[in-house]
Nanobody, 112 residues
Framework: EVQLVESGGGMVQPGGSLRLSCAAS????????MNWFRQAPGKGPEWVSSIESRHATYYAASVKGRFAISRDNDQNMMWLQMNDLKPNDTALYFC??????RGQGTQVTVSS
């Protein structure tokens, strides 16, 4: 059974940082591109970043230069380092895998 479990969210002031984690299990993690999405209240899901199995990375324009995605194929883990957070980064962040698999998400709130 594919499982994706996010953690690391919280409340932070503008300009602050958070590091999100995604723990994967139930599939050969190293074979799959992994993704981060986010969903703000009242809005649809927004793609944030992706990392290929061989670590090529991609970012939405809104987060490029502030966020960094990484993975460890031995640990079946993926991370999203978020720096210089802004109020409009507030959202539920969740990791996804091809085939429609996603975790329940972790809430990030950026507020003064």
């Amino acid at each position: 059974e594919v499982q994706l479990v996010e953690s690391g969210g919280g409340m932070v002031q503008p300009g602050g940082s958070l590091r999100l984690s995604c723990a994967a299990s139930g599939f050969p993690f190293s074979d799959y591109q992994m993704n981060w999405f986010r969903q703000a209240p009242g809005k649809g899901p927004e793609w944030v970043s992706s990392i290929e199995s061989r670590h090529a990375t991609y970012y939405a324009a809104s987060v490029k230069g502030r966020f960094a995605i990484s993975r460890d194929n031995d640990q079946n883990m993926m991370w999203l380092q978020m720096n210089d957070l802004k109020p409009n980064d507030t959202a539920l962040y969740f990791c996804t895998r091809e085939g429609g698999f996603r975790g329940q998400g972790t809430q990030v709130t950026v507020s003064s």
